[in-house]
């Protein structure tokens, strides 16, 4: 034991000297660690800044205790320090609020201080475009998009914004508005809360909300003081009921405790969205252990990352000069405050570019500044009841809303019912999705415009008691609204107000009256209202009730059953003038807008207001002051031709128009559901109907074209028919008998016409050719000399023996006849034969005789020649088709030239 006492007392001294060494290095190096001072900026006596300082604080402590080698710390400046100690700071974390941000911003840039603010969410900030503005944490504007996919996926067409009356609540609203414009979602109003509001005060301004028709309110601020205060009013009033719907932003969502969920049961609201990381779940145990049941908020995340970003950031830049170059009067102004010799911060630049590029895993996921601020990517939507909110789906940049993270978050299509959220409980604890539009609980009903006509009564017709000034109104227009109003799943009131003068007379002016309701002066327009572009500006339309379209009446005149000429009366004289004029028109028509109705006078242009009016201006015609043809739209040219369709007709082809529509203000959700109703009722008996109530004439006229009757036509209609077929037909045959007509010459000196045709076919088409036209000529009486056939034994093959004169020819009127007998001529000269031809005047007494004689002898001469050349024509080889024999002789007649013209 002694030996051993001995060593230790000698060994004690050299380990005392190691230790001695240790605690000297440690102090050296203690000495060596950079102090860098930061400020912080934040709202006093706010929940807020008490839990952000305790998180930046908890994230320096945890930092520098498992990175104990880093050559630089922070050391934290408040607000409570003076402004001379604000002298030294490189960097300010703050402010707390969107409000304080513009007074600290121009302070950082011109000192180049960066500004490092986890809680100024305003989207307005940007538009300062300070360099030193840093902001780790998502703007207010990052979520309107998400507030949108729900109004979209319940198809709500109309809502109202709550927000409280400062630069918080605002800001957002311009991106709200370009959100909603998107998905035609039209802000119907905008209620604007003062943050010092009274009860009373908030309380009329709910009651305001009531009596409007919109039950979806999104709403806009912080939880304390104004957000509890608001839903537990509201929740008084009864608006946390049945057929309300409420969406609360992140400044709620992330911010509400547990005392004020009752007032909220059944409200949506989208909410910041963090992933449960390794990181955050040790977080927030340590969290609890040091401060109790006290929850950590989204603010509190990004204090934590926002303090861990700026160690980081300064350990990187530790070799530069953290001092300030002296200035004077960095303002400007001339107040001479202590904040004007702050001077520059020579590591502002390096610093800004450290922040920029730091980049690791926090508590609130990943920090990586984009645009010198934190790019959201997902939030969450939360559905709050009694026992604390329930997640029922997310928002994803560039995918929309899911109902659970992973599968869907890759971007793949889905479906619009699959993007709705899992059922939600709604206020009134139901399930039963808010349509978003009620009749306002004051029971006024809505006021329906309807105009005052003084023509075309059957569309739209008011009358007033002049006792009671009750008004009646009546038309096609008005049963057709009712019988829509009374399909609609839900009561609507409503009541009709007649547009006028102020004197009680038509105003006429339809476009007044769909301004009118744009301005919020009549609730809907009801009436022939004509659908056009411009004023689609200003309301929206239900879909069209009646025909679409503009066509072109003119006058008729029935003459179908009068006159010779009925032939040419399927279209009457005017239809065919018109038709012409019609193709005219159709080739510089370009639409049929009165402004566009160019090239014509003025006073060629006339205007009517009734069915009457316009059939007077048909009588007069152009001429007399009236008119040629009239264009109008459809509805209005059916009541027309209801009373007078035997008198006019219609010319196509139809232009295009919308026909007429319910007008109602921009985004109105009746509109979807009347444009619904009047499908099924233009698709069922009831439209027919109600034509037939108001379209049908007071007398009954029946449309020539569909009459069951037939037109019956006598001799006389188509006497000029028959005259023109005769006349032609007498014509045509004349022409055919002498364009065929074939002259028979013969040879002189020649005694037989044995010689066989060059042609069989030709020649059997020139004898019948010939029977046709002896047949026509025989009626003619003195026309034709029949020479019957020589009886047998008078000459060979029947050829007459006697052949007296063989060299005479004989003219015209029996004149130049050689009777001498002159010398032959040769064989193949063609003699003329005579032809006997009525009115010859062959002269008076035996010399007339004589001639007769010569030329009968002549003609029974070449009779014989003719029968045999006939049957050799008709052989059996040669007999045309559809003859069984041969004629029985040969007929010729006689015309003034000096030929016989042969017809068998």
């Given at each position: 034991?002694?030996?051993?006492?001995?060593?230790?007392?000698?060994?004690?001294?050299?380990?005392?000297?190691?230790?001695?060494?240790?605690?000297?290095?440690?102090?050296?190096?203690?000495?060596?660690?950079?102090?860098?001072?930061?400020?912080?900026?934040l709202?006093?006596?706010?929940?807020?800044?008490?839990?952000?300082?305790?998180?930046?604080n908890?994230?320096?402590?945890?930092?520098?205790?498992?990175?104990?080698?880093?050559?630089?710390?922070?050391?934290?400046?408040?607000?409570?320090?003076?402004?001379?100690?604000?002298?030294?700071?490189?960097?300010?974390?703050?402010?707390?609020?969107?409000?304080?941000?513009?007074?600290?911003?121009?302070?950082?840039?011109?000192?180049?201080?960066?500004?490092?603010?986890?809680?100024?969410?305003?989207?307005?900030?940007?538009?300062?475009?300070?360099?030193?503005?840093?902001?780790?944490?998502?703007?207010?504007?990052?979520?309107?998009?998400?507030?949108?996919?729900?109004?979209?996926?319940?198809?709500?067409?109309?809502?109202?914004?709550?927000?409280?009356?400062?630069?918080?609540?605002?800001?957002?609203?311009?991106?709200?508005?370009?959100?909603?414009?998107?998905?035609?979602?039209?802000?119907?109003?905008?209620?604007?809360?003062?943050?010092?509001?009274?009860?009373?005060?908030?309380?009329?301004?709910?009651?305001?909300?009531?009596?409007?028709?919109?039950?979806?309110?999104?709403?806009?601020?912080?939880?304390?003081?104004?957000?509890?205060?608001?839903?537990?009013?509201?929740?008084?009033?009864?608006?946390?009921?049945?057929?309300?719907?409420?969406?609360?932003?992140?400044?709620?969502?992330?911010?509400?405790?547990?005392?004020?969920?009752?007032?909220?049961?059944?409200?949506?609201?989208?909410?910041?969205?963090?992933?449960?990381?390794?990181?955050?779940?040790?977080?927030?145990?340590?969290?609890?252990?040091?401060?109790?049941?006290?929850?950590?908020?989204?603010?509190?995340?990004?204090?934590?990352?926002?303090?861990?970003?700026?160690?980081m950031?300064?350990?990187?830049?530790?070799?530069?000069?953290?001092?300030?170059?002296?200035?004077?009067?960095?303002?400007?102004?001339?107040?001479?405050?202590d904040?004007?010799?702050?001077?520059?911060?020579?590591?502002?630049?390096?610093?800004?570019?450290?922040?920029?590029?730091?980049?690791?895993?926090?508590?609130g996921?990943?920090?990586?500044?984009?645009?010198?601020?934190?790019?959201?990517?997902?939030?969450?939507?939360?559905?709050?009841?009694?026992?604390?909110?329930?997640?029922?789906?997310?928002?994803?940049?560039?995918?929309?809303?899911?109902?659970?993270?992973?599968?869907?978050?890759?971007?793949?299509?889905?479906?619009?019912?699959?993007?709705?959220?899992?059922?939600?409980?709604?206020?009134?604890?139901?399930?039963?999705?808010?349509?978003?539009?009620?009749?306002?609980?004051?029971?006024?009903?809505?006021?329906?415009?309807?105009?005052?006509?003084?023509?075309?009564?059957?569309?739209?017709?008011?009358?007033?008691?002049?006792?009671?000034?009750?008004?009646?109104?009546?038309?096609?227009?008005?049963?057709?609204?009712?019988?829509?109003?009374?399909?609609m799943?839900?009561?609507?009131?409503?009541?009709?107000?007649?547009f006028?003068?102020?004197d009680?007379?038509?105003?006429?002016?339809?476009?007044?009256?769909?301004h009118?309701?744009?301005?919020?002066?009549?609730?809907?327009?009801?009436?022939?209202?004509?659908?056009?572009?411009?004023?689609?500006?200003?309301?929206?339309?239900?879909?069209?009730?009646?025909?679409?379209?503009?066509?072109?009446?003119?006058?008729?005149?029935?003459?179908?059953?009068?006159?010779?000429?009925?032939?040419?009366?399927?279209?009457?004289?005017?239809?065919?003038?018109?038709?012409?004029?019609?193709?005219?028109?159709?080739?510089?028509?370009?639409?049929?807008?009165?402004?566009?109705?160019?090239?014509?006078?003025?006073?060629?242009?006339?205007?009517?207001?009734?069915?009457?009016?316009?059939?007077?201006?048909?009588?007069?015609?152009?001429?007399?002051?009236?008119?040629?043809?009239?264009?109008?739209?459809?509805?209005?040219?059916?009541?027309?031709?209801?009373?007078?369709?035997?008198?006019?007709?219609?010319?196509?082809?139809?232009?295009?128009?919308?026909?007429?529509?319910?007008?109602?203000?921009?985004?109105?959700?009746?509109?979807?559901?009347?444009?619904?109703?009047?499908?099924?009722?233009?698709?069922?008996?009831?439209?027919?109907?109600?034509?037939?109530?108001?379209?049908?004439?007071?007398?009954?006229?029946?449309?020539?074209?569909?009459?069951?009757?037939?037109?019956?036509?006598?001799?006389?209609?188509?006497?000029?028919?028959?005259?023109?077929?005769?006349?032609?037909?007498?014509?045509?045959?004349?022409?055919?008998?002498r364009?065929?007509?074939r002259?028979?010459?013969?040879p002189?000196?020649?005694?037989?016409?044995s010689?066989?045709?060059?042609?069989?076919?030709?020649?059997?088409?020139?004898?019948?050719?010939?029977?046709?036209?002896?047949?026509?000529?025989?009626?003619?009486?003195?026309?034709?000399?029949?020479?019957?056939?020589?009886?047998?034994?008078?000459?060979?093959?029947?050829q007459?023996?006697?052949?007296?004169?063989?060299?005479?020819?004989?003219?015209?009127?029996?004149?130049?006849a050689?009777?001498?007998?002159?010398?032959?001529?040769?064989a193949?000269?063609?003699?003329?034969?005579?032809?006997?031809?009525?009115?010859?005047?062959?002269?008076?007494?035996?010399?007339?005789?004589?001639?007769?004689?010569?030329?009968?002898l002549?003609?029974?001469?070449?009779?014989?020649?003719?029968?045999?050349r006939?049957?050799?024509?008709?052989?059996?080889?040669?007999?045309?088709?559809?003859?069984?024999?041969?004629?029985?002789?040969?007929?010729?007649?006689?015309?003034?030239?000096?030929?016989?013209?042969?017809?068998?």
């Amino acid at each position: 034991m002694s030996f051993s006492n001995h060593i230790v007392s000698r060994s004690l001294p050299i380990w005392l000297f190691i230790f001695l060494i240790f605690l000297v290095l440690l102090g050296k190096s203690q000495k060596e660690v950079l102090q860098v001072r930061v400020g912080v900026v934040l709202d006093t006596n706010s929940t807020l800044t008490d839990l952000s300082l305790r998180a930046i604080n908890m994230s320096l402590s945890e930092f520098y205790n498992t990175h104990n080698g880093f050559k630089t710390k922070i050391v934290l400046s408040s607000t409570s320090e003076t402004p001379k100690e604000l002298r030294k700071v490189v960097a300010i974390i703050g402010p707390g609020s969107s409000m304080q941000a513009p007074f600290l911003i121009n302070l950082g840039n011109q000192s180049q201080v960066p500004i490092v603010s986890f809680s100024a969410t305003s989207p307005l900030l940007d538009s300062l475009r300070s360099p030193y503005f840093i902001r780790p944490t998502h703007e207010d504007s990052a979520q309107v998009h998400a507030i949108s996919a729900i109004i979209e996926s319940f198809r709500w067409r109309e809502v109202v914004t709550i927000y409280v009356d400062n630069e918080f609540g605002e800001d957002i609203l311009p991106y709200l508005v370009d959100a909603f414009q998107e998905i035609n979602v039209r802000i119907r109003y905008r209620s604007a809360i003062s943050l010092h509001a009274s009860d009373d005060q908030i309380k009329t301004e709910l009651y305001r909300l009531m009596t409007m028709p919109t039950r979806v309110f999104i709403v806009h601020m912080l939880p304390d003081p104004l957000g509890k205060r608001l839903f537990s009013i509201a929740r008084e009033i009864g608006m946390i009921n049945k057929g309300y719907a409420w969406i609360v932003t992140n400044g709620i969502t992330d911010l509400m405790g547990g005392s004020s969920l009752e007032d909220m049961h059944g409200v949506v609201g989208v909410k910041t969205y963090f992933s449960r990381s390794k990181e955050l779940a040790y977080l927030e145990s340590r969290w609890r252990k040091r401060f109790g049941g006290e929850k950590l908020t989204h603010f509190g995340y990004w204090a934590y990352d926002t303090a861990t970003a700026l160690a980081m950031s300064f350990e990187q830049i530790s070799n530069v000069n953290m001092s300030f170059s002296q200035t004077k009067n960095i303002s400007g102004g001339d107040n001479g405050t202590d904040l004007d010799d702050l001077g520059v911060a020579l590591s502002g630049p390096k610093l800004l570019q450290a922040l920029s590029t730091v980049n690791f895993k926090g508590v609130g996921g990943r920090f990586l500044l984009k645009n010198r601020k934190l790019e959201p990517t997902t939030f969450k939507i939360i559905n709050i009841e009694e026992s604390g909110e329930r997640t029922v789906g997310f928002w994803k940049s560039k995918v929309g809303l899911v109902k659970r993270l992973g599968v869907d978050q890759i971007g793949t299509n889905i479906s619009h019912s699959s993007r709705r959220p899992r059922p939600i409980i709604w206020p009134g604890d139901t399930t039963i999705v808010p349509k978003g539009w009620e009749i306002p609980t004051n029971g006024k009903k809505l006021r329906i415009a309807v105009p005052k006509k003084d023509g075309f009564n059957n569309f739209v017709k008011v009358t007033k008691d002049a006792n009671t000034n009750a008004l009646t109104i009546t038309g096609f227009c008005i049963d057709v609204f009712d019988a829509v109003m009374r399909q609609m799943p839900y009561a609507v009131p409503y009541e009709y107000v007649s547009f006028e003068t102020p004197d009680g007379k038509a105003d006429g002016n339809y476009d007044k009256m769909v301004h009118k309701v744009f301005l919020g002066e009549f609730d809907g327009a009801v009436g022939d209202t004509t659908i056009l572009a411009n004023r689609s500006n200003y309301v929206d339309f239900a879909l069209p009730y009646s025909e679409t379209g503009v066509v072109f009446v003119v006058p008729v005149k029935d003459e179908r059953e009068k006159g010779e000429w009925v032939f040419l009366k399927p279209l009457t004289k005017e239809l065919w003038f018109t038709i012409a004029a019609a193709f005219i028109y159709i080739g510089i028509m370009g639409s049929f807008t009165f402004e566009k109705l160019t090239g014509f006078q003025e006073s060629r242009l006339k205007i009517y207001n009734s069915p009457e009016e316009m059939r007077e201006f048909f009588l007069k015609t152009s001429s007399n002051g009236g008119i040629d043809a009239a264009f109008d739209e459809v509805p209005y040219v059916k009541l027309f031709m209801a009373k007078y369709c035997s008198e006019y007709t219609i010319i196509e082809p139809r232009y295009k128009a919308d026909g007429f529509g319910f007008a109602f203000p921009l985004g109105s959700p009746l509109v979807p559901d009347i444009s619904r109703h009047i499908l099924n009722l233009t698709e069922g008996e009831t439209m027919r109907d109600i034509e037939t109530k108001w379209f049908v004439g007071e007398q009954h006229c029946v449309d020539r074209t569909t009459s069951d009757s037939p037109i019956q036509l006598d001799l006389r209609s188509l006497r000029a028919l028959f005259m023109i077929v005769f006349g032609i037909s007498n014509l045509l045959s004349i022409m055919l008998s002498r364009r065929y007509q074939r002259t028979i010459t013969i040879p002189r000196g020649r005694g037989d016409m044995s010689d066989p045709p060059n042609n069989p076919e030709d020649d059997h088409l020139l004898l019948l050719l010939l029977m046709l036209a002896s047949r026509i000529y025989q009626q003619r009486r003195g026309n034709i000399i029949v020479a019957k056939p020589n009886p047998p034994g008078n000459g060979p093959d029947g050829q007459d023996n006697a052949r007296p004169n063989q060299n005479r020819d004989v003219n015209e009127g029996g004149q130049g006849a050689n009777e001498t007998g002159g010398a032959a001529e040769p064989a193949d000269t063609e003699h003329r034969i005579v032809e006997v031809h009525e009115g010859v005047n062959f002269g008076d007494g035996d010399h007339e005789a004589n001639r007769i004689g010569k030329v009968n002898l002549e003609l029974q001469r070449q009779q014989s020649q003719v029968r045999r050349r006939c049957n050799k024509l008709f052989s059996e080889k040669n007999m045309p088709l559809g003859m069984a024999a041969p004629p029985r002789g040969c007929i010729w007649h006689s015309s003034k030239r000096s030929s016989i013209k042969v017809s068998v």
